[in-house]
């Protein structure tokens, strides 16, 4: 959900809430457990406004304040609602709650799937597999670009700041620098479009409140520190996906460039086509996207390599959840955090269309996996069928035709 689509719900609530109940920690982790077994894509983004206003985890006007303030600060856009709503139902200890049911089922998945995968990615039909998997990937990504496009350009700087980055991108340059002119051209140029009309300040700020939240905050620093003395493969996951953790705006699919640059280009920890089926089991499996990162982990070391990973590329956004939800009544209607927003959006737009091609040019040697591409951009842009639909109905496809011996990788 673009921060446009959001704007008129930034409305900190001026009437008491009604219908609120404190759930225990066991009731929230079993809710955001059925939520992140269930839900795939932005359905999950449904599925929470839904059961969370329904089971009265949350009022409505809360939840509208939540989805507009999850588009201010970087992360995963569904996983910081998750730690929003719990957040507002019973603190930082629901909100530890409500992230770690909503993230076991999707990483417990991932990691059986990864298990799979390195035990018989080898084989060659597994190959073929993933060429059609990868094949599928590009489609949903490019459906993701042109919607990000849509969303978020709408004037000719837009246009040219997009272009631009993609041009960076396409010459490896590093898209943390783009991401830092996006945050600088979107702040300074865009003010205008992102102030929003200021309204009741809302429950008073209490610094106390940022006590549990700061001490998390500090002991992530604490942490990065000691990993960055300790040379190991740990250590680096851990670094490198809290880097990528703390700087992505949006939903989970506009890290996947950042992503691909630490992976595939620095680290060399996979190659581009694993880098797709990390993607594809993302969007495949139950869950967020940003799974994908559990995949990485298991791959480069293992199931500890798969934990470090999770954790450390939803716990920087996690942890400024619980700061924003506080302070937000402060910062919602400046128009340069609004601002800034929509250039970072930009940007992903540029990095979004070089993953599009980096994948592309990977099944060059293949033709027919273009008409599945396609085929994937169709079901999902234009017929509106869900991921889980266009991968098991592609997927299905593509076996079929291995089999038959039409398409041969």
């Known amino acids: 959900m673009a921060t446009n689509d959001v704007e008129n719900l930034a409305r900190w609530p001026d009437v008491p809430t009604e219908g609120m109940r404190h759930s225990s920690l066991t009731e929230l982790f079993v809710t955001f457990s059925l939520i992140g077994l269930t839900s795939f894509g932005m359905a999950i983004l ?33 996983a910081n609602l998750v730690a929003f709503i719990g957040y ?12 770690l049911g909503f993230l076991l089922p999707a990483f417990t998945l991932m990691v059986v799937a ?36 849509e969303q978020h350009i709408t004037a000719i700087p837009g246009v040219l700041l997009a272009a631009s ?20 051209v979107g702040a300074c140029f865009w003010r205008r479009q992102g102030e929003a009309p200021q309204r009741d300040a809302g429950p008073a700020f209490r610094l106390s409140r940022l006590m549990a939240p700061g001490l998390m905050a500090a ?10 003395r300790i040379p190991s493969t740990l250590s680096t996951l851990l670094l490198d996906f809290m880097t990528i953790g703390a700087v992505a705006f949006g939903n989970g699919s506009t890290m996947l460039p950042v992503m691909q640059e630490v992976v595939v280009n620095h680290r060399h920890w996979l190659t581009v086509g694993e880098f797709g089926v990390a993607i594809g ?52 209607h400046l128009g340069a955090v609004r601002g800034a927003v929509q250039g970072v959006m930009t940007v992903f737009v540029g990095l979004l269309a070089n993953v599009v091609l980096s994948l592309g040019r990977h099944m060059s040697g293949t033709p027919v996996a273009f008409v599945f591409a396609g085929l994937a951009l169709v079901l999902v842009r234009y017929l509106k069928q869900d991921l889980l639909a266009v991968f098991s109905i592609g997927l299905m496809l593509w076996a079929l035709l291995v089999y038959m011996g039409v398409i041969t990788v």
């Open 219 to 228: 002991a992530l620093v604490v942490l990065s520190i000691t990993a960055s």
């Open 46 to 78: 449904q599925n929470l406004k839904t059961v969370a206003v329904r089971q009265g985890l949350v009022s409505e006007r809360e939840l509208q304040d939540g989805l507009a303030l999850v588009q201010l600060y970087p992360g995963p856009t569904v």
């Open 165 to 184: 980055v993609f041009v960076a991108a396409v010459m490896r340059a590093n898209p943390l620098w783009s991401i830092l002119v996006g945050v600088l």
């Open 114 to 149: 990864s298990m799979v995968y390195l035990k018989y990615g080898s084989l060659p039909g597994v190959h073929a597999m993933q060429v059609g998997l990868n094949a599928l990937v590009v489609g949903v990504l490019a459906h993701l670009t042109w919607h990000f496009a």
């Open 281 to 332: 089991l993302g969007h495949a499996t139950p869950g967020p996207v940003l799974i994908s990162a559990t995949f990485v982990g298991y791959v480069v070391a293992g199931f500890w390599g798969a934990l470090v990973s999770t954790f450390a590329i939803f716990a920087p956004s996690f942890v400024m959840t619980l700061v924003a939800a506080e302070v937000f009544g402060l910062i919602r």
């Open 88 to 99: 507002k139902n019973r603190g930082t200890l629901g909100s530890v709650a409500a992230m």
